[in-house]
């Protein structure tokens, strides 16, 4: 079963950046693409970004745009989550995804069930 390591969270004040990122503990773990969610305390997890992995074809929630960026590196098998002027209403925790099909990928990567493998999640903290 092939996990998901994150790393990159922590406390910032708003205005501030922090980068996210995620690695399959099988190097060769093949998945369409990958992809960020975040899940504040009361709420569903919703969906950040995605980007495929041999295109790099990147989608971002309204909310992020501009202020997000993902990007991956496919020698360090590695998906990143830059996160600049960060607000408030970005706390959460931020979970990476993959193992989604080509298939079900278009028009289907805004939806926590159509990943099959998560990370265990990340805190961002933002302060006003």
């Known amino acids: 079963q092939v996990q998901l390591v994150e790393s990159g969270g922590g406390l910032v004040q708003a205005g501030g950046s922090l980068r996210l990122s995620c690695a399959p503990s099988i190097p060769t773990f093949y998945t369409y693409a990958m992809g960020w969610f975040r899940q504040a305390p009361g709420k569903e997890r919703e969906f950040v970004a995605s980007i495929t992995w041999r295109n790099g074809v990147k989608n971002y929630a309204d909310s992020v745009k501009g202020r997000f960026t993902i990007s991956r590196d496919g020698a360090q098998n590695t998906v990143y989550l830059q996160m600049n002027v960060l607000k408030p209403e970005d706390t959460a925790a931020y979970y990476c995804?993959?193992?989604?099909?080509?298939?079900?990928?278009?028009?289907?990567?805004?939806?926590?069930?159509?990943?099959?493998?998560w990370g265990q999640g990340t805190q961002v903290t933002v302060s006003s």
């Open positions: 995804a993959a193992g989604i099909s080509r298939d079900t990928y278009s028009g289907g990567n805004y939806y926590p069930r159509n990943w099959d493998n």
